[in-house]
């Protein structure tokens, strides 16, 4: 299963649009927060894809009412969605690991920090796609050979 990974578009649907079209054979796309509202303009794009969003920190995110977290079940795999400012991500990654262990995930997606990022810390696949309004997004491909995180740029 690929996973087509967004985060921080803060208005920019546009950028959304364009990595959803690059890669048609994403069967789920994740918003991250912060313009998790941008998806909503989208919907003809989307209307083959399963869609999950998080709520961000900023004021349009608050409004959307997606939730702050959420965990899925994606072909077997735990995955823990999350902006990160409630983990504060920007002072370190203990309290997202901490959350992701409590939920019992194999892989944690944060956004926040703007700023790409992926590794594998304490037995979890951590993944920050960056920010698609600057142009970066990340694909996470969940198999049974394992789990992959792809980071890319428009």
């Avoid at 959803?20 to 994740?30: M, R, Y």
């Avoid at 919907?43 to 004021?59: A, I, S």
């Avoid at 959350?99 to 194999?106: D, K």
Wanted: include cysteine.
């Amino acid at each position: 299963m690929r996973i087509l990974v967004l985060a921080d578009s803060h208005g920019d649907a546009f950028s959304c649009r364009m990595a959803i079209e690059k890669h048609p054979e994403a069967e789920v796309v994740v918003h991250l927060g912060d313009g998790e509202e941008d998806l909503d303009a989208l919907q003809q794009q989307l209307e083959r894809h399963m869609v999950y969003c998080v709520r961000g920190n900023t004021w349009g995110s608050v409004a959307h009412g997606s939730p702050e977290k959420l965990c899925l079940e994606l072909e077997g795999t735990r995955v823990y969605l999350c902006h990160g400012y409630a983990e504060k991500v920007k002072f370190g990654l203990d309290g997202l690991l901490a959350a992701a262990g409590e939920a019992g995930a194999e892989v944690a997606l944060y956004g926040h920090t703007h700023r790409q990022y992926s590794t594998y810390l304490k037995g979890l696949h951590v993944l920050n796609p960056g920010s698609i309004k600057h142009g970066e997004y990340a694909l996470l491909d969940i198999t049974q050979a394992g789990i992959v995180a792809i980071l890319q740029k428009l």
